[in-house]
C-alpha cells in the first residue's frame, strides 16, 4: 500500500507548519507522500511547505488553475501517487498515530472518516464538546453518513470512479463526496483512533460567516440530492427489497426552488426565537458562540441562492442500506 496525504492550502502560513510538523512527527510503515496544494496564495504558504521538504516526503502542487478546495483535493490528487488517499487541512493538526489509523482502516473499508477533537487549538469561543464523531448525518436524508474533508481516507479507485468532489460546490463538497460513494456503492466507516486537532473560528463574526456557508450549503445539497430522498421515502412507505424504479427527469426539483418536501430547517421559526431568549441570559461567552452558529445557519439555508449548475443527483436502481443513526453536525 502507499499513502498519499492531500492538504489543500490558501493563504495558509500562519497555521501550515503546525500541520506540517505533526505529520513529520507521524510514525508511517508505508510508503507515503504529502501533497501540499497550492490554491494561489499570496503570502508565505509555499515556503513554509517547501521548508519541509528534507523533513517530509512532500511536494508543492500548484493547484491554482482552478479555485476553491475541492479544485484543490482534486488537483491533488491528480498528482498522487497513492492508492489510499488521506485529506487533512492546512489549519488543523493532526493528532499523533492519525496516518498509521487511517491507514490501517483503508485495510478493510473503502471510506473512512475520523473523529475531531476541539480543545487544544481553540479558545473560549469553541462551543462544541470536546470530541466528535467522524460520521454524521442530516434529519432529511439519514440513510446517508457523511465526514469532514479535514479528517478524510479514501481508495484511490473509489474516489476516481465518482470523479472526485464537486468543484462546483465551495462549502459541503465533502458531505457530497460520501454520499456518491455510497450510491456508487462503497461502504463508509469511522476510523475511531484517527483524531484530528481542529481549528475553530476565534472571532463571533468568523462563527457566524462560517455557519452561514454551512447553512447554504445544507439547502443546495438538499436540492441537490431531492432524488435520492424521495426514493428512500418510497422505499420506507413499500418496506419491501425489491429496487425501487430509476429516478426521472421528472423527480428533479427546479434548481431555483427549495424542495419539495417541507425538509427539516436547522432551526425554524420557534426555535429561532428561543436562541434569541436564550442570547438574553447568556452567561458564559460558549452560550453566545451557539446562538450566532445556529441562527447564522439558519439563515444561510433559509436564504441561499440555488445554483442551476449543480446538477441534480439521481437516485440509483438499488439503494445502499440506510446507515445506522449517527449524530447530525451542527452550523
Same mark, same amino acid.
Request: contains cysteine; proline residues 6%.
Given at each position: 500500500?502507499?499513502?498519499?496525504? #492531500? #492538504? ?12 506540517? =510538523? ?6 508511517? !510503515?508505508?510508503?507515503? =507522500? ?9 503570502? %508565505? ?5 517547501? /521548508? ?7 511536494? @508543492? ?12 483535493? *482534486? #488537483? ?5 501517487? %497513492? ?13 499523533? &498515530?492519525?496516518?498509521?489509523?487511517? #491507514? ?27 470530541? !466528535? ?13 457523511? &465526514?469532514?474533508? *479535514? *479528517? ?20 459541503? =463538497? ?15 466507516? =469511522? ?13 463571533? $463574526? ?8 454551512? /447553512?447554504?450549503?445544507? $439547502? ?26 430509476? !429516478? ?22 420557534? /426555535? ?23 441562527? %447564522? ?15 441534480? @443527483? ?18
Amino acid at each position: 500500500m502507499r499513502a498519499s496525504v #492531500i #492538504i489543500a492550502a490558501l493563504d495558509a502560513e500562519s497555521t501550515l507548519g503546525e500541520q506540517l =510538523e505533526a505529520l513529520v512527527s507521524q510514525r508511517v !510503515t508505508v510508503t507515503w =507522500e504529502v501533497l501540499v496544494c497550492d490554491n494561489g496564495s499570496r503570502d %508565505g504558504t509555499v515556503a513554509v511547505a517547501r /521548508g519541509f521538504a528534507d523533513r517530509l516526503p512532500l511536494t @508543492v502542487v500548484d493547484a491554482s488553475a482552478r479555485r476553491g478546495p475541492a479544485a484543490a483535493r *482534486n #488537483i491533488g490528487a491528480e498528482h498522487a501517487t %497513492g492508492n489510499v488517499l488521506l485529506f487533512c487541512d492546512a489549519d488543523d493538526v493532526v493528532a499523533d &498515530g492519525w496516518a498509521h489509523a487511517m #491507514i490501517a482502516a483503508l485495510a478493510s473499508a473503502p471510506v473512512v472518516c475520523g473523529r475531531l477533537e476541539w480543545a487544544r487549538l481553540n479558545t473560549h469561543y469553541a462551543d462544541r464538546g470536546p470530541i !466528535t464523531a467522524g460520521l454524521f448525518t442530516f434529519d432529511w436524508l439519514p440513510a446517508l453518513a457523511a &465526514g469532514s474533508s *479535514n *479528517n478524510l481516507g479514501v481508495r484511490a479507485h473509489a474516489f476516481a470512479q465518482v470523479g472526485g468532489f464537486e468543484e462546483a460546490l465551495r462549502v459541503g =463538497e465533502d458531505v457530497d463526496l460520501c454520499w456518491r460513494l455510497q450510491l456508487a456503492g462503497f461502504s463508509i466507516s =469511522e476510523a475511531p483512533t484517527a483524531v484530528v486537532h481542529a481549528r475553530e473560528r476565534q472571532t463571533l $463574526r468568523g462563527v457566524w460567516r462560517q455557519a452561514r456557508s454551512y /447553512g447554504s450549503a445544507e $439547502r443546495r445539497l438538499a436540492a441537490r440530492y431531492e432524488p435520492v430522498r424521495r426514493a428512500y421515502d418510497r422505499n420506507a412507505v413499500t418496506r419491501t427489497a425489491v429496487p425501487h424504479a430509476p !429516478t426521472t427527469s421528472a423527480d428533479a426539483p427546479s434548481p431555483r426552488a427549495l424542495p419539495s418536501t417541507d425538509l427539516d430547517a436547522p432551526v425554524d421559526h420557534g /426555535g429561532g426565537r428561543r436562541l434569541l431568549a436564550r442570547a438574553v441570559r447568556l452567561r458564559r461567552p460558549r452560550d453566545l458562540v451557539y446562538t450566532v452558529r445556529r441562527l %447564522g445557519r439558519a439563515f444561510g439555508f433559509r436564504r441561499a441562492a440555488l445554483d442551476p449548475d449543480i446538477p441534480v @443527483v439521481s437516485a440509483p436502481e438499488r439503494l445502499p442500506a440506510p446507515h445506522l443513526p449517527v449524530v447530525g453536525r451542527e452550523g
